[in-house]
Nanobody, 123 residues
Framework: EVQLVESGGGLVQAGGSLRLSCAAS????????IGWFRQAPGKEREGVSC????????YYADSVKGRFTISSDNAKNTVYLQMNSLKPEDTAVYYC????????????????WGQGTQVTVSS
């Protein structure tokens, strides 16, 4: 059974940092891309970042480029999202997700989702 478990969310002041973790199990971790998404109240879910399985390429939404960094520790089956220079508009529930297929890479569809972790940035 595929499981994705996020952790590391919390309350932080604007300008602060948080590191989110996504622990994966139930599949061959380094064969699949992992993506981070977020959803703020009253807004649609948006893609934040993705790390490719084929070559480790990383992708970021324009809104987080230069502030967020995605990385992967295959030995721990864990993907991280380091978030620096946080802004109030980063407040959202953050989810990690994985596709059921390793093609295309990066994926255009995600099939497995974690339960989410709340990030709140105060001004």
């Amino acid at each position: 059974e595929v499981q994705l478990v996020e952790s590391g969310g919390g309350l932080v002041q604007a300008g602060g940092s948080l590191r989110l973790s996504c622990a994966a199990s139930g599949f061959t971790f380094d064969d699949y891309a992992i993506g981070w998404f977020r959803q703020a109240p009253g807004k649609e879910r948006e893609g934040v970042s993705c790390i490719s399985s084929s070559d480790g390429s990383t992708y970021y939404a324009d809104s987080v480029k230069g502030r967020f960094t995605i990385s992967s520790d295959n030995a721990k089956n864990t993907v991280y999202l380091q978030m620096n220079s946080l802004k109030p508009e980063d407040t959202a529930v953050y989810y990690c997700a994985a596709p059921s297929s390793n093609y295309p890479d990066p994926p255009n569809k995600y099939d497995y989702w974690g339960q989410g972790t709340q990030v709140t940035v105060s001004s």
